[in-house]
């Protein structure tokens, strides 16, 4: 009797001590899971992946096809406007343009002076012819009143004047038709050589923009078509972000809002830009929409195509009442110390936090949901 009383002293000390050792973890445990709504500054963003693109950059191509006959520029140049970029070679357009030329030669209004100068003396002497003629039917007439010569003679004379006045009229007639024609043909042949010398533009690449030629595609000698893009050009010092936004986002997304931008270039450190286009079409493929900002803060030196990831600043708010995210159940309650579940009224919602408009203030003690 005397070994078992220890032996049950020993085991309800023991019991007692495990008793108060869950009590103190139990509650440690609990008063770690309690937290109290805290106001801070909040910020509500859109998740969008992207480039880095020249302004007004662009892959150019021609509407001929052939070998490239000769390259003008190399990849950095600078150009202007109308800058010849490359040259296809096309024998065919060649000889068809200086055979327009050659037809617009032959066929030039200064070229048909000759024919014009031939005519005109024609007129001139027609015209005398007539005068002369119209003299003599006059005196002839006299002299029949007079009781001179026969009627005969004044038929013929009357006859060699209407003659007269008909090739003059014909002159005047030859040479309005001669003069438009000349005049038809001088335009005709000149629209011709424009179509021909259109064409042979074809077969030459010229810059549409003040810029840079940031790659040539091809070289020398490579057979091209309508479909093959032969370069990139684009603005010299200013840049734009394309950004692919998820279509669940695009509602949120407005014109002017900020954008914190990240470049894989510039390590740790983020730029500032603004939403200054959104593309009103899906991408039925990658589910997103396409939106373009500018750098109001940028980086001291930019290339095309340079990856990004940026946020989209939706919403800020300064001081508002947030906790963590995990802290609401069911999207629209939160349960207290006490275990009572309370409706909240939820504002902006981030990865971390959800803003709180109604229901619970700073001093209200929250447990974990399922705690």
Same mark, same amino acid.
């Given at each position: 009797?005397? +070994?078992?009383?220890?032996?049950?002293?020993?085991?309800?000390?023991?019991?007692?001590?495990?008793?108060?050792?869950?009590?103190?973890?139990?509650?440690?445990?609990?008063?770690?899971?309690?937290?109290?709504?805290?106001?801070?500054?909040?910020?509500?963003?859109?998740?969008?992946?992207?480039?880095?693109?020249?302004?007004?950059?662009?892959?150019?191509?021609?509407?001929?096809?052939?070998?490239?006959?000769?390259?003008?520029?190399?990849?950095?140049?600078?150009?202007?406007?109308?800058?010849?970029?490359?040259?296809?070679?096309?024998?065919?357009? +060649?000889?068809?343009?200086?055979?327009?030329?050659?037809?617009?030669?032959?066929?030039?209004?200064?070229?048909?002076? #000759?024919?014009?100068?031939? %005519?005109?003396?024609?007129?001139?002497?027609? +015209?005398?012819?007539?005068?002369?003629?119209?003299?003599?039917?006059?005196?002839?007439?006299?002299?029949?009143?007079?009781?001179?010569?026969?009627?005969?003679?004044?038929?013929?004379?009357?006859?060699?004047?209407?003659?007269?006045?008909?090739?003059?009229?014909?002159?005047? %007639?030859?040479?309005?038709?001669?003069?438009?024609?000349?005049?038809?043909?001088?335009?005709?042949?000149?629209?011709?050589?424009?179509?021909?010398?259109?064409?042979?533009?074809?077969?030459?690449?010229?810059?549409?923009?003040?810029?840079?030629?940031?790659?040539?595609?091809?070289?020398?000698?490579?057979?091209?078509? &309508?479909?093959?893009?032969?370069?990139?050009?684009?603005?010299?010092?200013?840049?734009?972000?394309?950004?692919?936004?998820?279509?669940?986002?695009?509602? +949120?997304?407005?014109?002017?809002?900020?954008?914190?931008?990240?470049?894989?270039?510039?390590?740790?450190?983020?730029?500032?830009?603004?939403?200054?286009?959104?593309?009103?079409?899906?991408?039925?493929?990658?589910?997103?929409?396409?939106?373009?900002?500018?750098?109001?803060?940028?980086? &001291?030196?930019?290339?095309?195509?340079?990856?990004?990831?940026?946020?989209?600043?939706?919403?800020?708010?300064?001081?508002? %009442?947030?906790? &963590?995210?995990?802290?609401?159940?069911?999207?629209?309650?939160?349960?207290?110390?006490?275990?009572?579940?309370?409706?909240?009224?939820? #504002?902006?919602?981030?990865?971390?936090?959800?803003?709180?408009?109604?229901?619970?203030?700073?001093?209200?003690?929250?447990? %974990?949901?399922?705690?």
């Amino acid at each position: 009797m005397r +070994k078992i009383g220890p032996f049950h002293s020993v085991t309800g000390n023991f019991s007692f001590l495990l008793f108060l050792s869950l009590a103190v973890f139990s509650c440690g445990k609990s008063e770690e899971n309690v937290l109290f709504p805290e106001k801070k500054s909040l910020t509500e963003s859109v998740y969008a992946s992207g480039l880095v693109k020249a302004k007004n950059q662009y892959e150019a191509f021609t509407l001929g096809s052939g070998p490239i006959e000769e390259i003008f520029v190399k990849e950095g140049d600078t150009i202007k406007a109308g800058t010849p970029v490359l040259k296809i070679f096309s024998e065919r357009e +060649k000889l068809s343009t200086e055979n327009a030329q050659l037809s617009r030669n032959f066929a030039d209004l200064q070229a048909n002076q #000759g024919r014009i100068r031939d %005519l005109e003396l024609s007129i001139e002497l027609s +015209k005398s012819k007539k005068q002369n003629d119209s003299i003599l039917l006059v005196r002839q007439k006299n002299l029949w009143n007079k009781g001179i010569g026969t009627a005969v003679d004044l038929e013929q004379r009357e006859l060699i004047f209407q003659n007269s006045k008909a090739a003059y009229e014909s002159a005047l %007639l030859k040479y309005q038709d001669l003069k438009r024609e000349i005049e038809f043909n001088a335009k005709s042949s000149s629209k011709n050589l424009a179509i021909s010398e259109s064409l042979l533009d074809e077969y030459m690449l010229t810059s549409k923009i003040d810029g840079v030629v940031y790659a040539i595609l091809k070289e020398k000698g490579e057979m091209v078509s &309508p479909q093959t893009p032969l370069a990139v050009i684009g603005s010299a010092d200013e840049f734009i972000l394309e950004l692919q936004v998820d279509e669940y986002d695009i509602s +949120k997304v407005a014109l002017d809002q900020l954008v914190m931008v990240m470049l894989d270039s510039y390590k740790d450190q983020v730029f500032e830009a603004k939403v200054t286009r959104i593309y009103p079409i899906m991408n039925s493929q990658s589910k997103s929409f396409t939106i373009e900002a500018i750098f109001t803060k940028a980086p &001291p030196k930019l290339y095309p195509n340079l990856t990004l990831e940026a946020n989209i600043v939706t919403q800020m708010k300064a001081e508002t %009442l947030v906790i &963590p995210r995990n802290y609401l159940w069911q999207d629209d309650r939160v349960i207290t110390e006490a275990g009572d579940t309370i409706p909240v009224k939820v #504002g902006i919602k981030t990865y971390q936090f959800a803003e709180i408009l109604e229901g619970i203030d700073e001093n209200t003690p929250l447990i %974990l949901p399922g705690k």
